[in-house]
């Protein structure tokens, strides 16, 4: 048996998962937790107390849906677009932020540098979705599975669902690809936030 805590990257936080019963939001434990789990957090409806989901389950299933509509080559073509507009627009956003943090003098050192870390970490995110190759199918796959830190799978999140709802019922059989629980409400393109801070 394996003790260590279960390996969960909560892609999902920056997304709205909801109860597909009482339409309350449901949230994972911590991530430190053992096993998360989604779990309605209104029970407002008698079957509430099912709707009740292993975290990485749940972002398994959402991954693998959303992984599959990101390499359709006209979403890929829309989605390069949108990654470029939100670059030109919050990158120099957040380097205006570093440079008024330096300007100040009377920010602590460890403050400036989380903040030039995050920076960095955007722009190599930036750089990575911008890669002309980026979205071949195949490089999109193996970016998502192998390469893609926490930070850019949760900033794609929002770009494809407006939001993803549970419901009860049982379990579809391992390796399914579809799971009758989970809805999801796939955002219309064209409509992403231009105020999102997507990475
Ligand atoms: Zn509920």
């Not at 339409?23 to 209104?42: K, T």
């Not at 975290?55 to 959303?66: D, F, G, I, S, W």
């Not at 980026?134 to 770009?159: H, I």
């Amino acid at each position: 048996m394996n003790d260590s805590p279960q390996q969960w990257d909560d892609i999902l936080a920056d997304t709205l998962v909801e109860c597909g019963h009482c339409h309350g939001p449901m949230s994972p434990l911590p991530p430190e937790a053992p096993q998360p789990r989604y779990e309605c957090l209104r029970q407002m409806d008698s079957a509430c107390t099912a709707v009740a989901m292993p975290a990485p389950e749940l972002e398994r299933y959402v991954a693998t849906q959303m992984v599959a509509e990101m390499v359709k080559p006209a979403v890929a073509d829309l989605l390069r677009e949108a990654v470029h507009q939100v670059v030109e627009t919050e990158l120099p956003q957040h380097e205006r932020e570093l440079a008024e943090l330096e300007a100040r003098g009377n920010v602590p050192a460890s403050e400036v540098e989380a903040k030039r870390d995050s920076l960095g970490e955007k722009r190599r995110a930036y750089q990575q979705l911008m890669d002309p190759e980026a979205f071949s199918p195949r490089w999109q796959v193996d970016w998502w599975n192998r390469r893609a830190d926490t930070s850019s799978k949760r900033g794609l999140c929002p770009l494809f669902f407006t939001k993803i709802e549970v419901r009860s019922g049982a379990a579809p059989v391992p390796g399914a690809y579809e799971d009758e629980r989970i809805t999801l409400h796939w955002r219309v393109w064209g409509s992403v936030p231009e105020d999102k801070d997507l990475l």
